[in-house]
């Protein structure tokens, strides 16, 4: 009986050992509210260990909360390019809803609804694969974007491995 008890402890610590080293990236795209986006993300076989897993969830979530938020007015970031269509469907809000709405905000909430779609599709990039920067796979994290609907650019976000640099969003024909 004892060694029954024992086998299922077992079973049970190694389940819940191999389900804190899974991806989460649905569960991500879920939290954000991203749920129809095609995600092309997953670990390379020989890199399975917690840690990389881990990490490789968190930077997930980084790569799409700055592909949410960041914009400016250099780097085209996909807000950038989505930024005019936005200002036009914004100035054709009647004067008593935008009276309680920021831009801003409107902005990104209609974006996230935008990209919201099976034809958007978010990539890490892996070695052997088209690495179209000019960012080192050996230092940075390179997750790519396409949302076909608004552009024919690709857009990127570098995370740096190292934490040194803050990360970067851009987009490139």
């Known amino acids: 009986m004892n060694f029954v008890k024992l086998i299922v402890t077992l079973l049970i610590i190694m389940n819940k050992a191999s389900g804190i080293s899974a991806l989460e990236g649905l569960s991500i795209l879920e939290k954000s509210k991203l749920r129809n986006i095609k995600l092309n993300i997953s670990p390379d076989k020989k890199n399975q260990d917690p840690y990389y897993i881990a990490t490789l969830n968190k930077v997930l979530e980084q790569s799409i909360q700055m592909f949410l938020n960041k914009y400016d007015d ?100």
Not at 75 to 94: G, M, R, V
């Open 74 to 173: 250099g780097n085209q970031a996909p807000l950038d390019i989505y930024y005019d269509t936005a200002a036009l469907k914004f100035s054709a809000l009647e004067e008593k809803y935008k009276n309680n709405l920021e831009f801003e905000s409107f902005l990104k909430s209609e974006f996230r609804s935008f990209i919201n779609s099976p034809d958007t599709t978010l990539s890490l990039i892996k070695k052997n694969e088209d690495n179209l920067t000019n960012f080192s796979l050996s230092n940075f994290w390179i997750f790519n974007l396409k949302i076909p609907q608004l552009s024919d650019f690709s857009f990127w976000c570098v995370i740096s491995k190292t934490g040194t640099e803050p990360p970067f969003v851009f987009g490139m024909n």
